[in-house]
């Protein structure tokens, strides 16, 4: 899998397309951004996160979406499950993004 480019627009798509979906918000500005591109790229080519579209989108660019996540800097995550936002916050570590993919991956709760 690789990671796709997207809007405001592309994301409200995907999130009802595809089951688990993590997103990177990038700012130009942001040297840590830069520093995960290649940590980012390279997880979503790992057989264990198959099951979740990697995708990435300009903060600036999408304001409707930042504003969504309460987005407080860069780089910033959101991970999404059927449609509905899990978790979200400012990951500057090639391990914290692995972290968030694992805790996506885990079971859906069956609360209703």
Same mark, same amino acid.
């Given at each position: 899998?690789?990671?796709?480019?997207?809007?405001?627009?592309?994301?409200? &798509?995907?999130?009802?397309?595809?089951?688990?979906?993590?997103?990177?918000?990038?700012?130009?500005? $942001?040297?840590? $951004?830069?520093?995960? +591109?290649?940590?980012?790229?390279?997880?979503?080519?790992?057989?264990?996160?198959?099951?979740?579209?990697?995708?990435?989108?300009?903060?600036?660019?999408?304001?409707?979406?930042?504003?969504?996540?309460?987005?407080?800097?860069?780089?910033?995550?959101? +991970?999404?499950?059927?449609?509905?936002? &899990?978790? $979200?916050?400012?990951?500057?570590?090639?391990?914290?993004?692995?972290?968030?993919?694992?805790?996506?991956? &885990?079971?859906?709760? &069956?609360?209703?």
């Amino acid at each position: 899998m690789t990671v796709t480019e997207i809007n405001d627009e592309k994301l409200r &798509q995907l999130i009802f397309e595809k089951e688990r979906v993590i997103v990177k918000f990038t700012d130009p500005a $942001c040297p840590v $951004c830069k520093q995960l +591109s290649p940590s980012f790229r390279k997880l979503s080519t790992e057989p264990r996160y198959t099951n979740i579209t990697f995708a990435r989108m300009s903060a600036s660019e999408n304001p409707v979406s930042s504003q969504e996540v309460k987005q407080t800097g860069t780089p910033f995550f959101a +991970s999404y499950l059927k449609g509905t936002i &899990q978790e $979200c916050g400012i990951v500057d570590t090639e391990e914290g993004i692995r972290a968030m993919l694992t805790r996506l991956l &885990q079971p859906a709760s &069956q609360e209703t």
